[in-house]
């Protein structure tokens, strides 16, 4: 037998097979839950109402009537912007947050993600 001899290649690499094939099953459903998960951001005190998805989807813009009626179309604009981006903020930070632990896991396994 040759010197350092272990016995069969791939004995305990199938275990680690199994967990990254869980671990992938388990991150898909993570995903699909962020799907379904919503945030909801404003500006202009409530003017402008933005509602997105987990996985970064503009599912609703809300503008007050009010704000129409004054007609600055630019201070509109600004504040659609401003609660846009705060919503895409909301929901990134919801991203990491729930895929938080499946990146720390992958980095245990030297995928360094």
Known sequence: MAKGY?????RGGGNMMAQIAKLQ???EQAQAELAEKTVTETAGGGAVQVTMTGDQHCKEIIIDEELLADGDVELLQDMVLTAVN???DASRALSEEQMAPFTNM???FGMGV
């Open 6 to 10: 272990r016995g069969p290649a791939g």
């Open 25 to 27: 099953e388990q991150m």
């Open 86 to 88: 705060k919503a895409l």
């Open 106 to 108: 992958l980095s245990g």
